[in-house]
C-alpha cells in the first residue's frame, strides 16, 4: 500500500506491484537458502528446540561480521514489524473510535496525545500476549500463519474469480464467506474432532500442513464461485434488469 501511494501514475504502480514480487521471490529464495544451511549444520540427530535453531546457527557457524549483522535484521525486522502493527492499532484506535465518540476529530494535539497512550497500551497487550503463549506443538510463526490462511486463499480466489465475466458481485460475496467459514473447519480440525469425539473427515482434515491452507482455500473459493454464477437469477429481477419500467408506477 505505501508503493501504491507513493507512484504518481497507475503504470507506476503496476511496476511497483511487479517490482515487490520480484523482490520478495528473492527474500523468500534467501529464507530457504538459511533454512537448508540450518538444516545441514543440525541434522535431526541434535535435540534443540525450534526457538534454539537459529541462535545456536549464529553462535557456532558463523564469524564475528556476519553473527552481529544476523543480530541486527532480526532487530531490526522485529522493531519494522512491531513497530507497524502497534501504529496501525493505535491510529485506528484514536481515529476511528475515540475521536468520533468524544468528540474531538478536529483536534489533533490531543488526539496525538491520546494516540501516544493507546500506543504504549497496545504495546503492553501485545507483550501480555506473547507471554501467555503456552503452545509447545508448534512454533507461533505457524499458529499465526494458519490463522491467517483463513482469508489469504479466500482474497486470492477472489481475485481469480475477476477474470471470469460471468461471476457477479452477489457470487462474490455469498463466494467469500461460504470458502472463509470451510477454511476455518480446515484450520480448527484437531481442537474440532477432539471436541466432537475425533470424528474421521475432521481428523484427516487436522493432518494437512498449514502451507496447503491458501492452496486449498482459493480453490474453494474459485470453484464455489463458479457454481454460483451458473445458478441463474430469478426471473422477476431478469425481467426487472430487462425492462426498467416494470413495477414502475404509470
Do not use: C
Request: glycine share 10%; proline share 5%; aromatic share 8%.
Amino acid at each position: 500500500m505505501q508503493r501504491l501511494l507513493a507512484t504518481r501514475s497507475l503504470g507506476d504502480a503496476r511496476r511497483a506491484l511487479v517490482g515487490s514480487g520480484v523482490v520478495v521471490i528473492v527474500q523468500f529464495a534467501l529464507f530457504l537458502l538459511v533454512g537448508a544451511a540450518m538444516w545441514a549444520a543440525f541434522p535431526a540427530g541434535r535435540a534443540l528446540r525450534g526457538d534454539e535453531v537459529f541462535p545456536r546457527f549464529i553462535t557456532t557457524h558463523l564469524s564475528g561480521g556476519l553473527a552481529g549483522l544476523a543480530v541486527a535484521g532480526l532487530l531490526a525486522a522485529a522493531m519494522s514489524t512491531h513497530a507497524s502493527a502497534i501504529n496501525s492499532l493505535a491510529s485506528a484506535t484514536t481515529n476511528d473510535f475515540y475521536a468520533p465518540l468524544a468528540g474531538r476529530v478536529g483536534d489533533d494535539r490531543h488526539l496525538l496525545r491520546v494516540g501516544r497512550g493507546f500506543t504504549l497500551l497496545w504495546g503492553t497487550v501485545l507483550v501480555l500476549g506473547a507471554l501467555l503463549f503456552r503452545q509447545k506443538e508448534a512454533p507461533v510463526v505457524v499458529v499465526a500463519l494458519s490463522i491467517a490462511s483463513l482469508t489469504y486463499g479466500p482474497l486470492l480466489g477472489a481475485f481469480v474469480l475477476a477474470r471470469f465475466a460471468r461471476v457477479r458481485e452477489r457470487d462474490v460475496v455469498l463466494t467469500l464467506i461460504t470458502s472463509s467459514l470451510l477454511m476455518a473447519i480446515v484450520v480448527f480440525a484437531g481442537p474440532l474432532a477432539s471436541w466432537l469425539g475425533g470424528p474421521g473427515m475432521l481428523v484427516a482434515m487436522s493432518r494437512l500442513a498449514w502451507p496447503w491452507y491458501v492452496p486449498l482455500g482459493t480453490a474453494l473459493t474459485v470453484a464455489i464461485g463458479l457454481a454460483s454464477s451458473a445458478v441463474p437469477a430469478e426471473a422477476g429481477a431478469a425481467q426487472l434488469h430487462a425492462d426498467p419500467r416494470v413495477g414502475s408506477s404509470p
